[in-house]
């Protein structure tokens, strides 16, 4: 069984993949970065790391095995933890276990799992794509050395001007330029101040008109009592399965028992083997559905497990 394979698939939509009895492979989202002394940009990625105190099992590899594979969950659970155990004994040996595109696995001197992400694929999928580029790094200042050089040592002639007796045409023509300027400036500015105001009235005027709509809407002179309904329904991908039934009467029959013990349990329809599936309860997040997995078979069922899952 390629077990990278399925913890590789799985890092593109999760942030955490946990192997149950081995550890959880996690990932954080870096922004995009500039290396200032190679002029690098680095598009934003997935890091990956490694937590080997998340060990539980949530059920979230083994069901996608179970789907990809066309086999029972149980049956991989069983597999995960034969494949398990083998990489534990390489390890015990001194071997470095090698995860295809995700990194290399290995014991430190204190017999604690040391890991080494790849580096080969970036797990987030806003950046496919994109990879990382190299930019010449732009000098501005030269241009402006020529320049200054060259004003130095080009040498600048003054002639001296020859006055006509036309100076009063050019008067007369910046006359005209800035009466005309002028006469532009006030008509924009009058044109302007009226656009203000009709804007202003209009506005007012719909808000009197939204006053008198609310004053006509509020004031009733008997009014209608409030009716207040509340119904409760259950949302979310998460679910925490109590069992599966081939008879649909045993899972309205468990559907009763859950509820009477404070469950908000219910039946999210048939698997993929025919078998009517229970849950106790239905959640939004991963977070809420793992605490209250923890809950359930703390106090109710040990063989609980997680269940994600898209209801139409």
């Known amino acids: 069984m390629q077990l990278e394979t399925y913890i590789s698939d799985l890092l593109y939509r999760y942030d955490c993949v946990t192997v149950p009895n081995f550890g959880a492979f996690l990932t954080n989202r870096v922004s995009a970065k500039l290396h200032e002394s190679t002029h690098t940009f680095y598009p934003p990625k997935k890091v990956l790391s490694f937590n080997e105190q998340l060990q539980s099992n949530d059920g979230l590899l083994a069901n996608y095995i179970a789907e990809v594979e066309k086999i ?3 049956s991989a ?3 995960i933890a034969k494949h398990v155990k083998e990489i534990k004994s390489y390890l015990t040996e001194g071997e470095t276990i090698r995860f ?4 290399e696995v290995l014991l430190n001197t204190e017999g604690k799992i040391v890991f080494n992400p790849s580096n080969h694929i ?3 999928t806003d950046s496919f794509g994109l990879s990382h580029f190299t930019s010449n790094d732009i000098k501005r200042e030269v241009y402006k050395e020529e320049i200054e050089a060259i004003e130095e ?3 600048i002639a003054f002639t001296p001007e020859r006055r006509s007796n036309n100076n009063w045409l050019k008067y007369a023509a910046a006359a005209v330029i800035v009466l005309g300027l002028g006469g532009f400036g006030a008509m924009k ?3 302007n101040s009226i656009e203000n105001h009709n804007q202003l009235a209009q506005e007012e005027a ?3 008109l939204d006053a008198k709509v609310q004053e006509a809407t509020f004031i009733i002179s008997n009014p209608l009592p409030a009716a207040t309904l509340s119904i409760e329904k259950q949302t979310g991908n998460y679910h925490i399965v109590a069992g599966a039934f081939r008879v649909e009467a045993n899972s309205d029959k468990k559907v009763k028992q859950l509820r009477d013990k404070g469950y908000k349990a219910r039946k999210i329809g048939k698997n993929r083997y025919g078998l009517h599936e229970v849950v106790y309860s239905s959640y939004e ?3 809420e559905a793992q605490l209250a997995l923890r809950e359930v078979r703390r106090e109710h069922n040990r063989d609980a497990w997680l269940l994600i899952k898209k209801l139409d």
């Open 206 to 208: 719909n808000a009197q």
């Open 100 to 103: 295809e595109n995700i990194g």
């Open 77 to 79: 659970n069983k597999k």
């Open 122 to 124: 970036n797990y987030l």
């Open 72 to 74: 029972p969950y149980t």
């Open 153 to 155: 040592t080009a040498p």
């Open 189 to 191: 500015y009058y044109n």
């Open 285 to 287: 997040t991963r977070t």
